[in-house]
């Protein structure tokens, strides 16, 4: 009954004229950047976090949230169409999709992949709102003690996650948590890591450094590589799949949703991750492996599936906990602080129209997603012969005057500048730039519940060891360490990230 | 051999700001954190001295640099000759730097942007924003 009323509320906020328009604005720019390359939802939610001050909370993340969940779409036509992810998370769909469209069948492998996203889509957007309120009440009882050890166990789980060296990915949380302290300490007022300088007073801009890291960074690094040549498949032909396709396919896309939907959860996971897990999945299970990787139907299927789950469901300890489990999700709590709202448990009781909204417009943005891409796929193919040449002028521009309009502080840009050439270096030396970001967003919460708990305790650190639920996460993540740790695991890792 | 260089870099400026706080109180906790960054770093240049490392390719730094330029070049101008102007020379400097867009394409690429940021930024979302220079 609870549900039901949520979801009426949720939709009655969600279907109000303006955000309709917001959230199909959000699925159509998402879209747009899913499909070409060099653009991700991370860089465009970047962009658009200093417009979204200028409209109400819910508006502003059903907007944002319908680019992270478009681009899951947009990115699987670039990848079956040219073989290049328009998306990370669409890398797998390159494997058979393109094969598919070789053989002529684009039109049935776009078709599958939008049937595919659209349902994980609804299971997940059902998902959300049947954990959410849950966890959040959970979530109510914990204390500093259980903040803290649950964020190492996030953060622990980010570094497990990350492609790459592990020394590197713990190195990259580390700088990012020292970079989010930078700035006036909340308790006794002194100034730390400013260098003197008054613009750093108030810490690093959250916009300025991930515009610089996600939006220019990625840009430089996108130029100094050549040019891929292309093979692009003009002919699409019905966006249909046959019956025997759907059937055969089904149950891919049930595994595939499952997947998905539990590693979007997963701090460092999301759609990302969940599309790789399901490739390998499907390749496990089926009676013909040898079939994947020529034009497999349920090769694409799967991954389609998870991805878009996994975007969706990531939302959920964003919006119960607070805290990301992805650099998206990193800059919707962006997003909410700027409109001063502490993202967390209490989100839910106090803004129920907020949540339930942008539960509700999911729905409603997968709806849209399915009509914007199938009828229209032509005009997207079309939005691919834009050159970078043109592209990447307008993404400078557009983070130039985001990172200036925030708080129309020059010094801001010039931080955007100095953290492009940081991106780059890290891009460049194989760093993975999302520990960072979450570690960034973590890094002053977890001081303050560290200081808090330890004020109760009266300095002693054994309160993280008899608190029960603190110890669950902090062996968690101990686990999680040592399975890393550990040889056999290790070199199954780098066996999967080759992949 | 060039991770020993960044290793070596990495961990002179995580010894850098491991230094510069270190009060009791606020300094505590990013006290644990430099400590912890000055041991990985050391653990990354003695692993790269150790294992004969990939070789990186050579960087090209040539588009970094034009962004950046360009990027301060907009902080510089913005304030004082305002958002068309700032936007002009933007375009211009990456346009020049890369040589890959003929006159008529940058005139339609500056038009576009400019036309579409005075509309979208300045007017419809009502953001501070001069579009002329003050004179």
Redesign the interface.
Known sequence: MDILSNLNLGFQVALGVQNVAYCFLGVLLGTAVGVLPGIGPVTTVAMLL??SF?LPPESALILLAGIYYGAQYGGSTTAILVNIPGEASSVVTTIDGHKMAVMGRAGPALGIAAIGSFFAGCVSTLLVSFAAPPLAALALQFGPAEYFSLMVCGLVAAIVLAHGSV??A??MV??G??LG?AGT?I??G?R??T?DMRGLADGVEFVALSMGIYG??E??YN??KKEQAADRVQKIGSVWPSLADLKFSTPSILRGTALGSILGVLPGGGALLAAFAAYTLEKKVAKRPRHFGQGDIRGVAAPEAANNAGAQTSFIPMLTLGIPANPTMAMMIGALMIHGISPGPTVMTERPAMFWGIVASMWIGNLMLVVLNLPLVGLWVRLLRIPY??L???I??????GT??VN?N?FD??V??FF??FG??CL??ECEPAPLILGFVLGPM??EN??RTLLMSRGEFSIFLTEKISLIFLVVAAIMLVILAAPVVRRKREEAMRE | MFLVFAGVAVATARGYSLGSVGRMGPGYFPLALGILLAGLGAITVVKSLLVEGPLLEPLNLWPLLAIVASVVLFGLSIERLGLVIAILIVTAVLAISFRSISWLGFIGLAGSLIAFSVIVFAYALQLPLKVWPAL
Do not use: G, H
């Open positions: 200093p417009i200028t020394t590197k713990v190195a580390l700088i948590l020292t302290l300490d308790n006794s002194i730390r890591f260098f220019l960074a840009v430089a130029l100094q040449q043109y990447f002028p307008a400078v521009v557009f983070c130039c005057i200036y309009t129309r020059l840009v010039y955007m500048a492009a050439v780059y270096l460049k030396l977890m001081e560290l200081r």
